[in-house]
């Protein structure tokens, strides 16, 4: 048998998984650029050589209360390795553990139980420092207009603290282009109108990995710095869910620093011409809602007749978003859509008309799941075509009846919500049994170039 060796369940075991393929079968499998992770000390020598901010230590004297937003699990941010480090720099500028809140930044996914903020915040958090969760409908705070006209609506403990500090990880993000850097305000720990408002009302990148210079997110930059938030500490993760890479200081200098890395990082070719293409949604696995969000583009990318498989362990199940119900019909979405629509937007109706075929084109996806943690019927509610698998062997056995011994083709994404498509690679030339290919297997345009695109 071919095997690839994977990862599976982010937050709930973070497991080795291995599957495996009839061995004349090419598998072909397609990943980020790995790097090792970063120790504790390296961590803490980043923290302390800042990107366009003094240090941490240093923007911490005089002040007397302190909030590092923290996203939550449907992020893959091990807080855990950050945390101690950020805190002893603030407690070494002269905040005590006491005033010092963390505060799981979700936006509008339902607030982190207890559960959830432990396996974020990891054992090793002092007992002394607050562990929160924001509310999008709780306590907030008005902070008038966003320069784009947002009504801004901030959790009120955030502006209750004089030191602000941002935690994040940097990949592609369907709409921000990458996550990271002032996304941790706005919409993190804003609230739902003020968030609702953003999604339907200003643009945003037209690709997952896309520009980061957009509309949407100078909104973000200029909330943020409203707001007050005074340092950054942004992540890469390489295929483990370890920190690969840090950028810490300026909410926007560092995050650029970051989203360069990521870049470089993630960009991979497509492989065409593949019998079956096979999507790894890890480390956005803990729930349906979130793995198809942010991986499905491989099986986009599949040819018409290539057998469609995803894997997500989901231990989450189907999982949920106020925003984007999973049960909620298509056209109830275009018509919030549309009561936001602006004379501006009257120069983008193909792009909107594309983003509605592309979501009914999904729905009719013929798709094979690997989810130990999804029933048939929550995956139906979105994709009705689908099949669910809870072991592997039923799925080989069922790729095997309907390609045969051979030849067979597999391309194989892993880690797919990070990666970035950049070029093509024909499968059939692609020499050998077995081959895995990083980015240099095709033409990639420097990532110094994309960070700098201006929105179209």
Same mark, same amino acid.
């Given at each position: 048998? =071919?095997?690839?060796?994977?990862?599976?369940?982010?937050? %709930?075991?973070?497991?080795?998984?291995?599957?495996?393929?009839?061995?004349?079968?090419?598998?072909?499998?397609?990943?980020?650029?790995?790097?090792?992770?970063?120790?504790?000390?390296?961590?803490?020598?980043?923290?302390?050589?800042?990107?366009?901010?003094?240090?941490? +230590? !240093?923007?911490?004297?005089? #002040?007397?209360?302190?909030?590092?937003?923290?996203?939550?699990?449907?992020?893959?941010?091990?807080?855990?390795?950050?945390?101690?480090?950020?805190?002893?720099?603030?407690?070494?500028?002269?905040?005590?553990?006491?005033?010092?809140?963390?505060?799981?930044?979700?936006?509008?996914?339902?607030?982190?139980?207890?559960?959830?903020?432990?396996?974020?915040?990891?054992?090793?958090?002092?007992?002394?420092?607050?562990?929160?969760?924001?509310?999008? +409908?709780?306590?907030?705070?008005?902070?008038?207009?966003?320069?784009? /006209?947002?009504?801004?609506?901030? !959790?009120?403990?955030?502006?209750?603290?004089? &030191?602000?500090?941002?935690?994040?990880?940097? $990949?592609?993000?369907?709409?921000?282009?990458?996550?990271?850097?002032?996304?941790?305000?706005?919409?993190?720990?804003?609230?739902?109108?003020?968030? +609702?408002?953003?999604?339907?009302?200003?643009?945003?990148?037209?690709?997952?990995?896309?520009?980061?210079?957009?509309? &949407?997110?100078?909104?973000?930059?200029?909330?943020?710095?409203?707001?007050?938030?005074?340092?950054?500490?942004?992540?890469?993760? !390489?295929?483990?869910?370890?920190? =690969?890479?840090?950028?810490?200081?300026?909410?926007?200098?560092?995050?650029?620093?970051?989203?360069?890395?990521?870049?470089?990082? $993630?960009?991979?070719?497509?492989?065409?011409?593949?019998?079956?293409?096979?999507?790894?949604?890890?480390?956005?696995?803990?729930?349906?809602?979130?793995?198809?969000?942010?991986?499905?583009?491989?099986?986009?990318?599949?040819?018409?007749?290539?057998?469609?498989?995803?894997?997500?362990?989901?231990?989450?199940?189907?999982?949920?978003?106020?925003? %984007?119900?999973?049960?909620?019909?298509?056209?109830?979405?275009?018509? +919030?859509?549309?009561?936001?629509?602006?004379?501006?937007?009257?120069?983008?109706?193909?792009?909107?008309? !594309?983003?509605?075929?592309?979501?009914?084109?999904?729905?009719?996806?013929?798709?094979?799941?690997?989810?130990?943690?999804?029933?048939?019927?929550?995956? #139906?509610?979105? %994709?009705?075509?689908?099949?669910? %698998?809870?072991?592997?062997?039923?799925?080989?056995?069922?790729?095997?009846?309907?390609?045969?011994?051979?030849?067979?083709?597999?391309?194989? $994404?892993?880690?797919?919500?990070?990666?970035?498509?950049?070029?093509?690679?024909?499968?059939?030339?692609?020499? /050998?049994?077995?081959?895995?290919?990083?980015?240099?297997?095709?033409?990639?345009?420097?990532? =110094?170039?994309?960070?700098?695109?201006?929105?179209?």
């Amino acid at each position: 048998m =071919s095997d690839v060796q994977l990862r599976t369940k982010a937050w %709930f075991g973070d497991e080795p998984l291995s599957i495996t393929f009839p061995p004349a079968w090419k598998v072909l499998e397609v990943g980020p650029r790995d790097s090792p992770a970063l120790s504790a000390e390296a961590l803490r020598e980043q923290l302390n050589r800042p990107i366009g901010s003094p240090p941490l +230590r !240093n923007l911490a004297k005089g #002040k007397t209360k302190a909030v590092i937003l923290v996203d939550d699990l449907t992020r893959p941010t091990p807080a855990a390795d950050l945390l101690p480090p950020l805190i002893e720099a603030i407690t070494q500028g002269g905040v005590r553990e006491e005033a010092i809140t963390v505060l799981l930044a979700g936006g509008t996914h339902p607030p982190a139980s207890a559960q959830d903020r432990a396996k974020k915040v990891g054992a090793k958090l002092s007992p002394a420092v607050r562990v929160m969760a924001h509310d999008s +409908r709780g306590d907030l705070v008005d902070l008038g207009k966003s320069p784009a /006209g947002l009504p801004i609506r901030i !959790n009120r403990t955030v502006m209750e603290c004089d &030191l602000k500090i941002g935690v994040g990880c940097i $990949y592609p993000h369907p709409i921000a282009g990458f996550s990271g850097g002032a996304k941790i305000v706005l919409p993190a720990v804003c609230g739902a109108e003020t968030t +609702r408002m953003m999604h339907d009302y200003l643009r945003g990148s037209r690709e997952r990995g896309g520009s980061i210079h957009t509309e &949407l997110r100078q909104d973000m930059i200029a909330v943020a710095r409203k707001a007050g938030l005074n340092f950054i500490a942004n992540v890469t993760l !390489n295929h483990c869910r370890e920190i =690969s890479s840090l950028f810490a200081g300026d909410l926007v200098e560092a995050h650029e620093a970051g989203v360069r890395e990521a870049q470089r990082m $993630y960009a991979v070719p497509v492989v065409t011409g593949a019998d079956i293409v096979v999507a790894d949604m890890y480390p956005f696995d803990t729930s349906w809602q979130f793995a198809q969000d942010r991986g499905m583009w491989p099986i986009e990318c599949a040819g018409p007749t290539a057998s469609r498989v995803v894997i997500a362990a989901c231990p989450l199940g189907l999982g949920t978003h106020e925003l %984007f119900p999973v049960d909620s019909p298509l056209w109830s979405r275009v018509a +919030r859509r549309l009561q936001h629509f602006r004379l501006a937007d009257l120069d983008r109706p193909l792009e909107k008309l !594309n983003t509605v075929v592309k979501l009914l084109r999904q729905k009719q996806q013929q798709l094979m799941v690997f989810s130990p943690g999804l029933e048939e019927h929550e995956l #139906k509610t979105m %994709f009705p075509h689908a099949q669910r %698998f809870g072991e592997w062997p039923a799925l080989r056995a069922a790729l095997l009846a309907r390609h045969g011994e051979g030849p067979v083709t597999v391309a194989v $994404y892993r880690c797919a919500p990070f990666l970035v498509p950049e070029g093509v690679v024909q499968a059939e030339d692609v020499e /050998g049994p077995a081959r895995h290919l990083q980015p240099a297997a095709t033409e990639v345009r420097p990532v =110094s170039d994309r960070v700098g695109e201006a929105a179209v």
